[in-house]
């Protein structure tokens, strides 16, 4: 990922403030946007299609520690306190 914090500058296409926007950040960005969107959508499907237990037991079978907490909304942790 490092790629992506040393890119080749490009030329500037248009210029608000200190913000540059390149011909190569034009191509760049929607590639990345439709890595991440991948990346996303598989985790949804898998997350849609499998039983709750079978995902589970998969976890436990490949040595993921389970805790009573993995159960809870992982931005339950970022919330205000007390509200998990």
Same mark, same amino acid.
């Given at each position: 990922?490092?790629? /992506?914090?040393?890119? &080749? ?6 210029? #608000?403030?200190?913000? /540059? !926007?390149? &011909? ?7 590639v990345?946007?439709?890595? #991440? @969107?991948?990346v996303v #959508?598989?985790?949804?499907?898998? !997350?849609? %299609? %499998? &039983?709750?237990? &079978?995902?589970?037991?998969s976890?436990?079978?490949?040595? /993921? ?6 159960h ?6 970022? @919330? ?5």
């Open positions: 990922m490092i790629f /992506h914090f040393l890119p &080749d500058p490009g030329k500037t296409v248009f210029q #608000l403030g200190p913000l /540059h !926007i390149t &011909d190569n950040g034009l191509v760049q960005g929607p990345f946007f439709f890595r #991440l @969107s991948v #959508l598989a985790s949804f499907v898998l !997350i849609w %299609t %499998t &039983d709750t237990r &079978d995902l589970m037991v976890l436990a079978k490949a040595g /993921h520690p389970l805790s009573p907490g993995l809870r909304v992982p931005g339950a942790a970022f @919330s205000a306190p007390g509200a998990a």
